[in-house]
């Protein structure tokens, strides 16, 4: 007998912010294998986008590549009618841009008081502002259509708190609570809307680099917190994410996930 794949998107069209690369990019990939219409692939750097984009038709699904800054509605606006046009509207929307926005790296730095104000706009633009305005271009799609899945991609910083990265903290619990009053006006529309809270993933670095840091005293006390002792990888990320998309969770919304092999923090 064949296997029947229990998650399955139902041929929606899904789009992916911040998907040129690591989990973003292995969302985009892990939606693909599921039965969807198609997949748009955003980030704010056009080539990243593209190469995702790429593989995603290399795997026989059609793909859009539709670069902006999350924090561009005009721009975002756009993009929707683009994808509209070339790949049916986008029912399906992951929320994974974040960090501290285009071009940015995201390192602790001082504490909240010592910071200047000047660096607070990159985390919300991109992981507040972000978030509420692709869930104000494409939820329009949504109602029409009467089905329809948000996935946010949020942190543990934010639900459980992170010194010398309170902004970007901030922006993401931020996010949680608005993806709940969101679930609650969409529940009608058979459209859900949950939250992903992640901890730290593997760091993008080559793997001889990696084995360094892992030997270091601080790779150990900070694994020490996990149940699973490992940083979390994209493909975890995309797992969930693909469930959440899927039919089999149309009686999920309004929930924010932990996604952090156990995680405890230190007191
Ligand atoms: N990496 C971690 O340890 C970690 C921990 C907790 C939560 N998260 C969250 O998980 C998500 C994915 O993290 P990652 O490590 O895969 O990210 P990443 O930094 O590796 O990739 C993010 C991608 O998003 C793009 N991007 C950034 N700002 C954008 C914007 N304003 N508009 C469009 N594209 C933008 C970047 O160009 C990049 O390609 C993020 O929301 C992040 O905040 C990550």
């Given at each position: ?16 912010t ?24 955003n980030d704010f750097?056009?080539?990243?986008a ?16 539709v670069p902006f800054d999350v924090?561009d509605?005009?721009a975002i606006?756009a993009a ?188």
């Amino acid at each position: 007998m064949e296997a029947r794949d229990f998650i399955d998107l139902g041929g929606q069209v899904a789009i992916v912010t911040g998907a040129g690369q690591n989990a973003g990019r292995a969302t985009a990939l892990e939606l693909a294998r599921h039965n969807t219409g198609g997949i748009a692939v955003n980030d704010f750097v056009a080539e990243r986008a593209e190469a995702v984009a790429e593989e995603v038709r290399a795997l026989g699904v059609p793909a859009l590549a539709v670069p902006f800054d999350v924090g561009d509605l005009d721009a975002i606006r756009a993009a929707n009618a683009a994808i509209s046009a070339q790949l049916g509207p986008a029912t399906i929307l992951v929320n994974n841009a974040g960090m501290a926005g285009p071009n940015a790296s995201i390192r602790p730095s001082q504490t909240f008081w010592e910071e200047d104000p000047a660096n607070w706009e990159r985390y919300l633009r991109t992981n507040l502002y972000g978030v509420y305005n692709c869930c104000y271009a494409f939820i329009p799609n949504m109602v029409e259509a009467r089905r329809g899945r948000i996935v946010t991609i949020v942190s543990d910083s934010g639900r459980i708190g992170e010194p010398k990265l309170a902004v970007y903290a901030s922006a993401k619990a931020g996010a949680q609570g608005f993806v709940r009053s969101i679930a609650k006006e969409l529940g009608r529309y058979n459209a859900t809307c949950n939250a992903v809270s992640l901890s730290a993933l593997m760091p993008d670095m080559p793997e001889e680099q990696l084995a360094e840091v892992m030997q270091s005293d601080h790779a150990k006390t900070m694994m020490s917190r996990y149940t699973i002792r490992r940083y979390g990888k994209s493909s975890d990320v995309a797992g969930l994410v693909t469930f959440l998309c899927s039919n089999a969770a149309e009686w999920i919304t309004g929930q924010t996930y932990p996604l952090n092999g156990g995680y405890a923090p230190s007191m």
